[in-house]
């Protein structure tokens, strides 16, 4: 299979494991904003989806080593090295929230409320500390657009430094408790994410051409 044929395939795949991963907790899964009791009775509740949540987190890690492989392998060095290390942190990042998400399925009325609590807001700041891997991704992108031999095109430039500056401002969900700033909130789940989704789409599709030439060079 041509590699782009893999690389096309990879991220839908990896798109849709993780679009499903957040239809299978549903509309009512608890928030930083949620007591200890709330999170003890929907854990107790909905174990089966919570882990589910967490067995395609694996897929979607495993997705996105082979998306960042591919396209790193297009970059020069230092960028696919940059970009490549975004890339794993992301990965990582979405396996330690999955297995906290786990963990608190399997024995959730053993917890009192205070301990639930604590337990669960740990993994929501996965959503501020990411943005950490996801503005390493967008910046060798960005940066190889510019100077007298860009390898990017400047649509691509231009997109990639919008994600940069959405997911570099969306660090402030850190020191947000409620609302729209909340760590694991609005601002990181749905605003940072569809943009997220945007750009690698452009990403892939960037990718794409540039792995077909290659092929049709070498035939």
Aim: charged share 10%.
């Amino acid at each position: 299979m041509k590699p782009s044929r893999i690389l096309l395939i990879g991220i839908l795949a990896t798109g849709a494991f993780y679009v499903a991963g957040f239809v299978a907790l549903g509309a009512s899964f608890p928030t930083v904003d949620s007591t200890g009791k709330e999170v003890i009775e929907w854990f107790s509740n909905n174990g089966a989806r919570a882990r589910l949540y967490a067995w395609t987190a694996a897929f979607v890690s495993a997705g996105l080593a082979v998306f960042g492989g591919q396209v790193s392998a297009l970059l020069p060095v230092p960028h696919r090295y940059i970009f490549m290390a975004g890339v794993l942190g992301f990965a990582i990042t979405a396996q330690v929230q999955a297995w906290f998400w786990a963990g608190l399925a399997l024995y959730p009325q053993d917890l009192d409320a205070a301990a639930a609590r604590t337990i669960f807001v740990i993994p929501a700041y996965w959503g501020p500390l990411v943005n950490g891997s996801t503005v390493t991704m967008a910046l060798p992108i960005a940066a190889l657009g510019l100077g007298g031999s860009p390898i990017v095109p400047r649509w691509l430039v231009c997109l990639s430094a919008l994600f940069l500056l959405e997911q570099a401002v969306e660090t402030v969900t850190v020191f947000g408790r409620t609302g729209f700033i909340a760590p694991g909130g609005t601002m990181n789940v749905y605003l940072g994410g569809t943009i997220g989704f945007v750009w690698v789409g452009g990403i892939v599709h960037w990718a794409i051409g540039r792995l077909e030439r290659a092929d049709q060079g070498s035939g």
